[in-house]
């Protein structure tokens, strides 16, 4: 279950206690989040909208240690990732964050297969192993036949797809998505918002995912607004533009 | 190795760019090979010379020449093993174009006091017996197809004597050190002195002294030019090694200028490669920055750029030096033996082998540094 309004310990799979980013640009320090709370549980999923600049990217770039908070703690697993050095939290990010980009991101002179192979060529296993790892998650998101094709014999969904199964072929924890469905129309949009679906209620994924469409907000188990860097759920938002929310 | 997919693709990504930037590789590479081998031509004199030997030469210049009498007064001065004479004979076989050395030896003592030419007993009996023989380096003999037996006619115009001297071939020399000079012609000072006219006779080019000792090849020069100052043919001694060098600086700073050439052409690669990867890194920032995000560290980012600057230097390299190993026989046997055997060797292959990976890394070093800085929040906000 997702509470924004927890101050203590939980059991949650990711607690977000105190988080404050803080950006200085020129001679101005700008505060992008405020003293943010989250719970997120195993299996949840959490929509995040607000209008450009309430630090919806900022905060998924926090819960998938891109970035570093300026006050506050995240804890993900049981592991406090806001204190783990460069290095430690590469090696975390691999194993527990799959990234899915609102433009894909896919490296564009490797295949399909190459490309969802990326994650597991730093773990241990064997070619056959990662074959067979590849293969499954190009199956989840039906793009078997495709895996010989390069990005630019894609359309737009099918890259977004291997995006997808780029994401979850090395099984992370949660997965992190920025505007999954930004780049795409709407046949293709609602495709990839099934798919994401799917992965939450058949593979009990637990995904976090950041967008300016309603309706494709509407998908997620809870949307969240981030508004002047406070985060509330849906029905506290006239609170909050009265400026009623601390 | 997991990660050879990734770099090979990256690799190939723009193949015009990457056949120019192996391009630039090969041809730097090949340059420096060429330059190495002429620079290595010229010096090989002075590399090989015996430590041992001095020559003694007319203080005013090398073509005065010095009394034969000299050789009994060098031979009493302690420290020396051995002398023997030489004097230039600048002929040609057939026509200009094909020089070759030819020396007037001293029979009784050159196998003595240059022991590193090898000729057969055999051969070098017959030759001590006939007032005509001659022995030819393996070189020129290879060079014009000269057997034992043949009789070779070689134009003069510096001594008279008649415009052709004709010689028998008796022996076939051989250099026991690697690089050594195959290309001379040896024929009797007792020929030479009998069709000389009479102003010339008694005086030879050049002697060359056997040392007992390396060491005291100091004393013996200071000897030999005291013993010669004051009279009409005054010397200059040193030893073969700075005679050698001191020949190579008549044609100028031939070092200081395959320096600077080579210099230049590394410089100017470095900024040209240095270049193309550091637009090569830029064009896909947004890439790496992907790759960091997924788990791949600073370090393998830094790995990925760096092998595939050192794969464009070694395949430019190998391509530049294998061109190389091509072309030095081709221009060996262009030059006609106007300079010693052009010789490619190991130790220049290696040194342009590691020259071009030095090259390669300091090119690919910044940019994969910067790579390996960007932070991934900044990279992908670019896209």
């Known amino acids: ?246 | 190795m997991k990660f050879r997919g990734l770099i090979f693709a990256n690799l190939f990504r723009k193949k015009l760019r990457l056949i120019l930037t192996i391009g630039s590789f090969a041809v730097a590479l090949f340059l420096f090979a060429f330059l190495a081998v002429v620079r290595g031509a010229f010096n090989r004199g002075a590399d090989i010379a015996g430590a041992d030997r001095l020559v003694v030469i007319n203080r005013i210049s090398i073509i005065q020449p010095l009394p034969l009498s000299y050789r009994d007064k060098i031979l009493r001065i302690p420290g020396v093993k051995a002398v023997t004479h030489n004097n230039w004979f600048g002929g040609v076989y057939q026509e200009e174009k094909n020089f070759f050395p030819q020396f007037v030896i001293d029979i009784e003592n050159q196998r003595q006091v240059i022991s590193e030419l090898k000729v057969r007993d055999d051969q070098w009996n017959a030759f001590v017996k006939d007032r005509q023989g001659a022995i030819v380096g393996a070189k020129t003999a290879k060079r014009f197809g000269w057997k034992i037996g043949d009789r070779i006619p070689i134009k003069n115009s510096l001594f008279g004597g008649g415009p052709t001297w004709d010689f028998n071939i008796d022996g076939i020399y051989n250099s026991e050190r690697a690089g050594g000079d195959e290309s001379q012609f040896w024929f009797q000072w007792d020929y030479f002195e009998e069709r000389m006219p009479q102003s010339f006779k008694g005086n030879v080019g050049w002697y060359v002294i056997k040392l007992d000792n390396p060491d005291y090849a100091v004393s013996v020069a200071k000897a030999i030019d005291e013993m010669a100052a004051n009279s009409s043919f005054e010397t200059k001694t040193e030893t073969e090694s700075a005679f050698a060098a001191g020949w190579v600086k008549q044609f100028g700073n031939i070092q200081f200028l395959i320096m600077t050439i080579g210099t230049v052409v590394f410089f100017t690669l470095l900024l040209v490669t240095g270049n193309t990867m550091a637009i090569s890194v830029r064009e896909r920032v947004s890439e790496l920055a992907v790759l960091k995000a997924i788990g791949f560290t600073d370090r393998s980012v830094l790995f990925f750029v760096l092998a595939e600057a050192l794969t464009i230097a070694l395949v430019g390299g190998l391509l530049g030096l294998g061109l190389a190993s091509l072309a030095v026989p081709a221009l060996g046997a262009a030059l006609n033996g106007l300079l010693p055997t052009l010789i490619l060797s190991k130790a220049i292959l290696a040194m342009g082998l590691g020259l071009a990976v030095l090259v390669g890394g300091i090119s690919g070093l910044l940019p994969g540094i910067g790579a390996m800085r960007m932070r991934v929040v900044n990279a992908l906000r670019r896209v």
């Open chain 1, 1 to 246: 279950m997702v509470r924004v309004d927890s101050t203590g310990k939980s059991n949650s799979l990711i607690q977000v206690r105190g988080l404050d980013k803080t950006y200085r640009r020129g001679g101005e320090e700008i505060q992008v989040l405020q003293r943010l709370n989250l719970d997120v549980d195993k299996g949840d999923f959490v929509a995040f909208m607000g209008p450009s600049g309430s630090g919806k990217t900022t905060l998924l770039n926090l819960l998938g240690g891109l970035d570093v908070p300026t006050h506050g703690s995240i804890t993900v697993d049981g592991d406090e990732i806001t204190h783990m050095s460069g290095n430690k939290l590469t090696q975390w990010r691999a194993r527990h964050v799959g990234f899915i980009f609102q433009m894909y991101n896919l490296i564009p002179v490797l295949t399909a297969y190459q490309n969802v192979e990326l994650p597991l060529l730093l773990t241990k296993l064997s070619k056959a192993d990662r074959r067979k790892h590849v293969e499954t998650a190009l199956g989840v998101v039906g793009l078997t036949e495709r895996m010989n094709h390069y990005p630019r014999q894609l359309s737009g969904g099918q890259e977004q797809r291997v995006a997808i199964a780029r994401a979850i072929v090395a099984d992370p924890t949660f997965l992190l998505c920025d505007e999954p469905t930004g780049d795409l129309d709407r046949k293709s949009a609602d495709e990839i918002m099934e798919l994401i679906h799917r992965l939450v209620k058949e593979f009990g994924k637990t995904v976090l995912m950041v967008t300016h469409d309603p309706v494709v907000a509407k998908r997620a188990d809870l949307t969240l607004h981030l508004e002047k860097g406070v985060l509330v759920e849906a029905g506290e938002l006239q609170g909050v533009a009265a400026g009623g929310v601390a």
